[in-house]
């Protein structure tokens, strides 16, 4: 990487950082990693803002990982089903809080292989949890990450691992966590997947988007 393109990438995160100073999760959970889990399993292909309306009688519902692992699975079904594909994440749910009690003595698990042994989590789950429960460094990509991730030629791929990857090699680890979650506030509110405001938007002078040039 050349000083120039360091640079740029530097403004890039400090820009964020300006306009976002409070980079934090959108998902609403409590202090109990597992209940992170189940909401981020919830959250495929649903808002997170649904995710949380649904989270608080949710866990009304089942107070624990044994409730979730007991559970009889149409009233799970039917407690999530406005999440959508709500049969596979109720299956799912039941069976990572069954293998969390079994394989990690109720504790979930901090390392990336044992996360990805849970049923229905993938590298952008496991990574939120490495990064909000267990502050480690992690790049979380989700649909907002790899769509401006790729617009500010930060990457060039559609692919959440190669995205990941990419990222990690320009991203220090101490900034990674918090610059994902500060390009989902900046994905909703500038950056859209639809009719994006670049004329309005603070990183414009450092995006090769559209008309820009870098």
């Known amino acids: 990487m050349n000083k120039k393109e360091k640079t740029r990438i530097n403004t890039i995160i ?3 950082k300006e306009y976002y100073p409070m980079a934090e999760c959108m998902l609403e959970y409590e202090t109990e990693p597992y209940k992170l889990l189940i ?5 495929a292909q649903c808002t997170d803002a649904r995710v949380n309306i649904v989270s608080k009688d949710l866990f009304e519902q089942f107070k624990s990982l044994e409730d979730f692992a007991d559970c009889d699975l149409e009233k799970l079904e ?4 406005t999440c959508g594909l709500y049969k596979m994440k109720a299956k799912n749910i039941k069976n990572m809080c069954q293998m969390i009690i079994d394989e990690f003595d ?3 698990p ?3 292989d044992d996360l990805l042994k849970l049923p229905g989590i993938g590298r952008k789950i496991a990574n939120l949890i490495r990064g909000d429960i267990f502050n480690k460094p992690a790049i979380v990509t989700d649909t907002h990450c790899i769509r401006i991730s790729n ?3 930060l990457c060039n791929s559609d692919n959440p691992y190669i ?3 990419e990222l990690v090699k320009i991203i220090s680890p101490e900034e990674s966590n918090d610059f994902c979650h500060r390009l989902v506030f900046f994905g909703r509110e500038c950056c859209k997947a639809q009719n994006p405001r670049c004329g309005e938007c603070f990183l414009r002078d450092v995006c090769g988007f559209k008309d820009n040039k870098i």
């Open 14 to 16: 400090q820009k964020l």
């Open 39 to 43: 909401m981020a399993r919830l959250s």
């Open 78 to 81: 039917k407690a999530i089903f």
């Open 106 to 108: 109720s504790q979930v």
């Open 110 to 112: 901090e390392e990336m």
């Open 151 to 153: 617009r500010l030629n």
């Open 163 to 165: 995205v990941e990857k």
